[in-house]
């Protein structure tokens, strides 16, 4: 299981990159996939590198991103 | 009522604000209205109120929209060279249906002007000097007691009608002492909760305050709005004098410092056989178009005097429409006219 | 794509004080970041119930739009005069101005020097992106020397338009200022670094200390003619040569 997960929410994504540049593991990419508002959004093209790191959420100019973390065993 | 006091016009609308609530008070010097300044510097602390002598009269009205948005009762006062500088505050005011009192102690203009009494501001208070279609109530005391009264009922009607109210006089009235009887200060806790109010989102969605809407058809519903308004203070709030009009053939219209000189014009008329009356507004607006109209039945000539070119003038015009004669006589530049100038002018029309 | 999210904690979401809108800035827009910074604090300092916003105009007009607090649209210039307004008449309210640097620093010039200069117990955000960007990408008086805008078509000529203001040092001048500082948002350090100026900012106000002044270097990647990364990047190669970063008072 990925450390990290992302939910992205594909309507407010305006496809501007700047979670793709912030990502310190290259997780994030352009999906080609447009949404209603006609932007190219952003996708995880490799999930099982996330680490939760949240540098795309801090970095997204929409708030478009939610971060999740795997649980640390007690 | 309270204490019977000497006063300026000035002092008697500065304690007449602290005396209905006044909160916050915000205003730039200028003459002749800085004894108004003065008094509230010296008092609103004193009462744990706010005072702020602002950097600009900008600044000032900015400030009074700030205050206002919060609910508190809120006033600035400036003269017509900064009255002009307040009309993108006065127009957000009533864009935002926010209430708060201004008092403009006309001098002199255009431009720099004088120091020296006028009423040419008439239009820009009344017509809405700012931008936008948009009205403030407009109250023209003619005594330093009525000064009083009118500060009074500025604040209780700006509450009512969530809009901006001027208090219109000039240099004579703010600078002139009379004995006042001031009011009882009133019960600030006892005033109707402001629900539209920006007093922090607890225990409700959060209130917005503005003037704007890129999308025309809801700005034109916010004017709707607006003028439904206007004319329920039409309907309602129209305030004016009547003096000697029983009888009257001829009839002054006059408004503040002219209107009270007017009165001794009637006395001194009346001496020599001409029946004369006077009609004096006391809302500039809503202007008092149907008494005047119904006078003018009864009466062959009304004859306006202002300290101005003619401003109040065109109301009294469109008020009379024709149903009598309607000359003029004014003074510019600050000159007050004198009862005897203002009686041959009286006589040029008498029959 | 599915996702379960079953076994995991969720460490990143919208700021509760954030409404559901979307913001209507352009792709890559810091206003949107420090928009939900600004809400992310009023979260932490658990004051979303006490907090009034007073809005610009500008992109940033639309405010009221965002915030789940109360919010007051100040006419051109005046947010700090207006937030004076606010904070005489309830202090127990946390007032917050944002301004962009048309409305901070020229046509409120007077309004933010004296705000400032009387120590108003508030909190002013100011939004330096050198550019117009609601008129149509005209010089703004932080513009810098050779930036080409829409009113500077052959780029901004100090002979003619002087040079971009550094207000922020100007303010810092003032007695009365109790934080003055400078940050960016070009990459997560800056975005962090400002995250706590700008928590700072409002704690100063909670605690009464009096004004603080937080500048946000901001890109407009549209009237900048820059992808959003390529702004990023001229903030940080460019812009902070003119307008150093780091705080120019800290008498908290």
Known sequence: MPKGMLIIDKERCKGCGLCIVACSHPVLAFSGELNRSGYNVV???????????????LTCPDVAIEVYRARVPA | MGERMLLRGNEVIAEAAIRAGCQCYFAYPITPQAELL?????????????????????AAISMVYGAASVGVRTMTSSSSPGISLKQEGISYLAGSNLPAVIVNIVRGGPGLGDIAPAQSDYFQATKGGGHGDYHMIVLAPSTVPEAGELTMLAFDLADQYRTPVMILADGMLGQMMEPVELPEPIDVASLPAKE???????????NVILSFDLDPEVLKRMNLALQKRYRQIEAKEVRYEEAATEDADILIAAYGTVARISKSVVRMARAEGI?????????????????????ADRVKTVLTVEMSAGQMWEDVRLGVAERANTPFYGEMGGVVPTPRRILSEVRKHAS | MPVSTEKMVKVFGRPGSLTEARFTYCPGCHHGILTRIIAQTIDELGIVERT????????????????RCDVIQASHGRASAVATGVKRANPNLI???????????????AESI????????????????????????????????GQKTTTTPDGRDPALFGYPIRFSEMIAQLDAPVYVTRQALYDTKRIMDATKAIKKAFTNQLEGKGYSLVEVLATCPTNWRMKPTEANKHVAEVVTKVFPLGDLIDRG
């Open chain 1, 43 to 57: 996708h995880m093209e490799r999930p099982e590198a996330c680490v939760g790191c949240g540098f795309c959420a």
């Open chain 2, 38 to 58: 003065e008094h509230m510097a010296k008092n609103m602390p004193r009462l744990g109120r706010t005072f702020i002598q602002a950097e600009s009269e900008i």
């Open chain 2, 196 to 206: 539209w109010a920006t007093t922090g989102a607890k225990g409700r969605d959060p």
């Open chain 2, 275 to 295: 029946k004369l009356g006077l009609f004096r507004p006391i809302t500039l607006w809503p202007f008092p178009y149907q008494p005047l109209k119904e006078l």
């Open chain 3, 52 to 67: 009034v916003g007073v809005a610009p105009v500008g992109c940033a007009v639309f405010a009221y739009l965002w915030y």
């Open chain 3, 95 to 109: 007032v917050f101005a944002y301004q962009g640097d048309g409305d901070f620093a020229s046509i409120g010039t």
């Open chain 3, 114 to 145: 004296h705000a400032a200069n009387r120590g108003e117990n508030i909190t002013v955000i100011f939004v330096n992106n050198q550019v117009y960007g609601m008129t149509g990408g005209e010089m703004a008086p932080t513009s810098l020397v």
